[in-house]
């Protein structure tokens, strides 16, 4: 399945700083995250940045991590960037191992078949996060970019999100462009403040501003909206639905 979405892109891969992609289930937004990977040259190294949806945690600071191992899949595994993790442990207390907030998370998982199958070699840095205020994101990003000059290969970080839930494919679309165009600003706290004033229910809001401000740290100047989509395309259903989509970040 994976295999047969990224083949249904017509696009060749480009260096880039990050992206955000969606975590549904493969029939709904596979497509739109294939969009988001075919068009990235994946670096040794991939931060990925998600959302708890389980609310579970042990650790205080609410940045869960994994700090060693790998994480299988149905088509291969990927090590932990394990010596990444422990410096990024080191710049900010926010981050710490949590096995417990890992324990039933899906929104790091769903993009790993596209990394196996794209950058078998790639390693990971998987952080959960439990919260969505501006000031811990900012730290958070301040520390990933910190991590990321300092690593001596080039780091892709990645926000794992899915757009507005359970809402006309119609509404979803109003809602979701405002959200889009703070990230084509790179106005990480601007999304932040425009998902909770409009009720948006865009589940990784927090990965999104943590990526947005560490790239726009390090440099990037391009947020690229690379697809849009909503679930409503599959069921033929469009009064309740999800939405889905895939930013490359440059």
Known sequence: MVEGMLDAVDAEPAPAFGAIAPHAGLVYSGGCAAHVFKRISIPRVVVIVAPNHTGRASHRGGAAA??????DTPVGSLEIAEEFVARLEQETNLVAHDSAAHAFEHAVEVELPFIVMLAPDASIVPIVLAWDDW????????????????????VLLLASSDMTHFESAQAAAVKDRGALEAIERFDAEGLLTYCQDQHVSMCGRAPAAVVLEATRLLGASSAEVVDYRHSGMVTGDDRDVVAYAGVVIR
């Open 135 to 154: 000031s811990r994101c900012r730290e958070l990003a301040n520390a990933i970019a910190t991590t990321a000059t300092e690593w001596p290969h080039e």
């Open 66 to 71: 994994w700090n060693s191992g790998a994480f």
